[in-house]
């Protein structure tokens, strides 16, 4: 399929979109293992938050002190009983990864500067409605659920849909493309059989006036 027969006549990938990295494997299910299991682990926590009443802070410092108090304590019988020490991996962030999300943070962090900057001064108003708008549906959206669910719920979504166009990516711009076609045409309908008649009707009221 060709660019003009996607979405936006775009002509990268939406691999190549979301950056092409690391990042985009997870959202695309190119490591599934590490996906589902963010998604599971993701799912344990939200369950935890909304049978327990935990706060994220209260949960995670309980958690920590249990694990210290536990390593703590079996690192110290294992010396005086001459046993071997808690089995600990080696845990740390490669450079190639932390590169990615920081460049990946990055770029998304002076997008958003770039826009707050355009809005400030007044640049450009298609896009501050734009930017009223989304605040204005989030704030709708918060007004029924709460952090922690909203939350879960965009991860799930960020890590499905995207996976699932990129599947069906070409069904899906020929439905949408179609639907679009379609509302054109009603809209040039519309537009010459009556708004047109109501601009010439007002047109020929003016002139009488």
């Known amino acids: 399929m060709d660019s003009s027969q996607r979405l936006f006549n775009r002509e990268r990938t939406l691999h190549q979109i979301l950056g092409g990295g690391q990042v985009a494997d997870l959202i695309l299910w190119r490591r599934k293992n590490q996906t589902v299991m963010i998604l599971l682990v993701t799912l344990a926590v939200f369950v935890v938050f909304e049978r327990s009443g ?59 500067f770039s826009v707050s900057h355009d809005i400030a001064l007044g640049k450009d108003s298609r896009l501050f409605l734009k930017v009223a708008a989304y605040l204005w549906l989030i704030s709708v959206v918060g007004g029924f659920t709460d952090f922690l ?27 949408v493309l179609k639907c679009y076609n379609k509302l054109c045409q009603l809209y040039r309908k519309i537009n010459e059989e009556y708004i047109s008649r109501v601009q010439y009707w007002i047109l020929e009221k003016q002139k009488l006036s």
């Open 54 to 112: 935990y706060t994220l802070l209260s949960l995670v410092s309980n958690v920590l002190l249990l694990l210290v108090v536990i390593l703590f304590l079996w690192a110290k019988s294992a010396a005086i009983l001459n046993r071997p020490a808690p089995p600990l991996p080696q845990l740390h962030l490669s450079d190639e990864m932390t590169n990615e999300i920081a460049a990946f943070i990055q770029t998304r962090v002076n997008n958003l």
């Open 149 to 175: 669910t909203l939350a879960y719920t965009s991860l799930f979504i960020l890590l499905t849909l995207p996976a699932l166009y990129e599947r069906y990516e070409d069904y899906i711009d020929r439905f």
